[in-house]
C-alpha cells in the first residue's frame, strides 16, 4: 500500500519523506487556507515546493465546478510539474472533465467519493485515483471502511486500474485497515502515519535492552 500526507505543511512532508516511505502528497484547499497560503501565484509557488521535495504523486485539487473552468484550471496545474496530479471534485462536470483529462494522458484524482457508484463512475471516465472519505463517513454513523470493500470488489470485478486512495484517514487502526481490505494507497495526517511506530511493548522491550546493556558496561567498568 502506497503511502500519502494530507497536508500542506512543507515541514510535514519533509518529515515523512526523510522517514523513507513517503509516495506521494494530496492537497486541498482547506489544507492550503490552514498553512496561510492564500492568492494564486502563492498557491502555485507552494504546489512547486511540494514538488521539489517529493518523488512524485502531488494532488493538486481545482477550485472550479463547471466543466470549461474545471479544464482550464487542471491544464494549468498539470503543467505545473509532472509530479502533479489533478484532484476534481465528483460532480457531473468533473467526471466529465476526468474522462478529457484521461484522453491527454493526465492523471487525476476524484475527490470526495462517499459511495460505491460515485467511484464506479470515477473509474469508468478513467480517473487515476479515486478517495472515498473514511474518517467523515465515520463520523455520520456510517462504517467507511466497508465502503472500501465495496470499492475494492466492484473494481476487481472488472479490472478496472483505477486505484483506491482511502482518505479521510483518522489514525492507525484506519490505516492498517484499509491495508487489509486491498486499498492502494492511503492519505492522512503525519500523526497517523507516526502512530504506526508505537507501541507499549516496543517501549519496554526498548528499555530494558537499554538498562540491560548499562548495567553489564557499569559492571564491566567496575572490574577494569
Do not use: W
Not at 476524484?110 to 474518517?135: D, E, M, N, W
Request: aromatic content about 6%; charged content about 20%; glycine content about 8%.
Amino acid at each position: 500500500m502506497k503511502f500519502f500526507i494530507d497536508t500542506a505543511n512543507l515541514d510535514q512532508i519533509k518529515e515523512a519523506q526523510d522517514l523513507g516511505i513517503l509516495d506521494g502528497v494530496t492537497t486541498n484547499p482547506s489544507l492550503m487556507a490552514k498553512e496561510g497560503i492564500t492568492g494564486e501565484q502563492n498557491v502555485i509557488n507552494h504546489y512547486k515546493a511540494i514538488c521539489a521535495i517529493v518523488d512524485d504523486k502531488v494532488s493538486a485539487e481545482v477550485i472550479s465546478t463547471d466543466y470549461e473552468n474545471i479544464i482550464k484550471e487542471g491544464l494549468a496545474l498539470a503543467a505545473l510539474d509532472p509530479k502533479i496530479v489533478v484532484k476534481v471534485p465528483m460532480i457531473k462536470d468533473g467526471v466529465k472533465a476526468i474522462k478529457y483529462f484521461s484522453s491527454k494522458g493526465i492523471r487525476t484524482n476524484c475527490t470526495l467519493i462517499f459511495s460505491s457508484g460515485q467511484a464506479l463512475l470515477a473509474a469508468k471516465a478513467g480517473a487515476t485515483y479515486v478517495s472515498p472519505f473514511l474518517g467523515r463517513l465515520d463520523d455520520i454513523g456510517t462504517e467507511g471502511l466497508s465502503l472500501i470493500e465495496e470499492i475494492r470488489l466492484i473494481f476487481d470485478n472488472y479490472g478496472y486500474p483505477t486505484e483506491i486512495l482511502a482518505a479521510s484517514i483518522r489514525g492507525p487502526l484506519h490505516i492498517i485497515g484499509c491495508a487489509k481490505l486491498g486499498a492502494d494507497v492511503m492519505t492522512g495526517p503525519l500523526s497517523a502515519i507516526l502512530g504506526l511506530l508505537k507501541h507499549p511493548l516496543t517501549d519496554s522491550g526498548l528499555a530494558t535492552f537499554l538498562a540491560d546493556h548499562k548495567k553489564a558496561a557499569d559492571a564491566a567498568a567496575a572490574k577494569a
